[in-house]
């Protein structure tokens, strides 16, 4: 079978990294066609293992195909490497590899003026790739865990690409640097969590293989319930550093210092969302805990709104963008946590709904996404700024990226029949379910949830248009005077091809994915509830508010019948300066880090000068005086040594009597 061949998906980048680290230099565009030809063999490997677990017997009785090799044991722990195929493992493999291909290409005309340096970007993010689609074809939680690791680190070095040298001077590479390591700080708190979710796992289950846990999960969760949720609640610590959900959100904004491809590949295609892969690759044991459910929904519903919020006056376009991927991360969440929590309750066709929204979302983001962040790569690359105020009617200078770019805006703002519509409605569609099935205080939690969720639909449509028209509407404002032109067809092309999927990806749907992204053989009829929600009042209540989000933006910053600065009350607005700080966030991070990292630095670093180095030093020059003190009866003459000896005889000749004497006589 093909299948069998499952490793290759991961091997074949990782193969390419190193081959790019060793001979790239030597190569075209310093290793950029080898990464490209990596990862389209991965897309293409997938696309075969796909099509046959799609057409197998395995496929129809709801099962998924899975192989593994014992690796080590410790005791009665057996860890085992393998691979793990399912409807979910093909939807990721598919959509990961193939939108990386895209931006691989587009890489050779983004990145074509960095010379030398362009041979460690194609290694990275080939590497990056790599801990993806291993994390993706893994078949435990041990083996994903080592993924998961792999992107931590590439995501630190491709944030940081630009420390070593930026064109916008000294600051700018500084910016970079720091946000490197603020990415990868935050994202190792997560990190620590869900190893220690790991580690009660291991003790609850004896395996991490997801076959064993998932069929031993109810069995596991009536026995140690308590353990089982400390265990869940600590996993999904790791989620909320890796997919940057609330209260570790705000890295992912500062992760824009690294380049636009970069920002493409970790907001769409890999990094953030393995946070929510792992939250819908761990259902089944998720859904054995209600209340774990509920506040997975909580949080996704929290990030979504506070997350729109800060990019309702932003003026960076990336930044613009990544407040987006934050936001519409916490309606993936959302969706898993409100199907999981009516999936608990006994609900298992509303909760296979919630799984399907979050996963569905997931794939439809990372196709719109993708080409938002790749646009405005193509806007930056046309203007030389990233901020929108130095842009403006770039329209007929740059129709393919601007058309484009609409696509996608269209997407992200739910506008029938893009794309985004068919998830997002759906996402909100469960939220209101788990309300009307919910009990007692859950059911409260949700209808807040819901209203949170609709909200940000309405700023999300605003935000997305403010930015569209503020770039490409109006008059043509300083760098865009001056821009070149549209971006060569290596930027283009995949912009074009993601328009397209931007348009249609929300149809399949229709065309078995509600089949092949079913949770434990309840399948979601696509045709239904997409025919459903034409007929739910709430969802002519998201797109009114969507079209007013849109006429709203339109008025603002095309017609100027509106004035934005108002809102700003010459700078004296609270609401507005909160927005602008991120509403405090990085200062209380800051605090934090000073108050209690430092407190906690200065206290080890006295624990490891007064106690460590000083009971060391102490000894070391206890022996030395001790030497310098024996050192002095070496004084040469026979007479001295012979006094010294017979000293010592008389002493231990009076202890040997007094020990004699003690034990009853000689």
Partial sequence: ???????????????CFLIIGIIGRKTPEKGGYIAIAGALCSFLIAVAISYEYLTSDAFAAGQPITESIRWFSIGDYTMNLGYYVDGLTCAMMLFSSFISTLIFIYSLGYMHDQGERK????????????????LIVSSNFLELFIFWEVMGLCSYLLIGFWSFRHHDGDAASANAASAAKKAFLVTRMGDVCLMGGLFIFLNLFHTLDYADMFANA??????????????LLLMFGGVIGKSAQFPLHDWLPDAMAGPTTVSSLIHAATMVKAGVYLVARAFPIYVMDANVMLFVAIIGGITAFIAATMALNNMNIKKVLAYSTVSQLGYMILALGAGGYLWALGYHELGALGFFAGCFHMINHAFFKALLFMGSGSVIHGTG???????????????ITAITMLFGCLSIAGIPIFSGFWSKDLVIDVAMAAFNNGTGDAATWFIILWILAVITAFMTAFYMFRMWFMTFMGEPRENAQHCHGESPKTMTMP????????????????????????????????VEHGIELFSNPYTYLTLALAAIGIGIAYLMYVK???????????????LYNALTKRWWFPDLYNQISWKLGYGVAKGVNYVDRQIVDGTVNGLSSAVVGGGDVLSKVQTGHVQDYSSIVLLGVSVLSVLFLIVAFALGGL
């Fill in 1 to 15: 079978m093909i299948a069998e061949y499952t490793w290759l998906v991961p091997f074949i980048p990782m193969m």
């Fill in 218 to 231: 109810g069995a596991i969760a009536a026995a140690n319930p308590e353990l089982l949720t400390l265990g």
């Fill in 385 to 399: 700024t990233e901020d929108m105020r130095l842009m403006g009617g770039l329209f007929s200078k740059m129709k």
């Fill in 119 to 134: 041979n460690r970007y194609y290694a990275e993010v080939s590497l990056f790739l790599t801990g993806m689609l291993g």
């Fill in 560 to 574: 100027k019948s509106i004035n934005p600065g108002k809102f700003n009350k010459d700078g004296q607005s609270w």
């Fill in 495 to 526: 912009l074009v091809i993601l328009a397209v999927f931007a348009l249609i990806s929300g149809l399949f749907m229709f065309f078995g994915l509600g089949d092949m992204l079913a949770f434990q053989g309840v399948a979601i009829d696509g």
